[in-house]
Nanobody
Framework: QVQLVESGGGLVQPGGSLRLSCAASGIIFRLYTMGWYRQAPGKQRELVAV???????EYADSAKGRFTLSRDNAKNTVYLQMNSLKPEDTAVYYCNAKFVSRVYWGQGTQVTVSS
């Protein structure tokens, strides 16, 4: 059974930081492209950042310079370090794992940026 378990969301003030984690099980983690997506109320889900099995992270324009994506294949975990958070970063953040035609999603973790 494949599981992607996100953690690290919460309420933070503008300018603050959060680190999201996604722990995967039931997949050969090192083969998968791992990514974070987010969905704000009334908006479509959008890509935040993605990292392939052996490549460098790629970021949406909104995340460049503020977010850092990394993966630890030994721990089957992917991390999203988010700095300089803005109110417009408020959304449910979803972990995604993709390998060929196999795509899996986590349950999501809420990030709220507000004073």
């Amino acid at each position: 059974q494949v599981q992607l378990v996100e953690s690290g969301g919460g309420l933070v003030q503008p300018g603050g930081s959060l680190r999201l984690s996604c722990a995967a099980s039931g997949i050969i983690f090192r083969l998968y492209t791992m990514g974070w997506y987010r969905q704000a109320p009334g908006k479509q889900r959008e890509l935040v950042a993605v990292i392939s099995s052996g490549g460098s992270p790629e970021y949406a324009d909104s995340a460049k310079g503020r977010f850092t994506l990394s993966r630890d294949n030994a721990k089957n975990t992917v991390y999203l370090q988010m700095n300089s958070l803005k109110p417009e970063d408020t959304a449910v953040y979803y972990c995604n794992a993709k390998f060929v035609s196999r795509v899996y999603w986590g349950q999501g973790t809420q990030v709220t940026v507000s004073s």
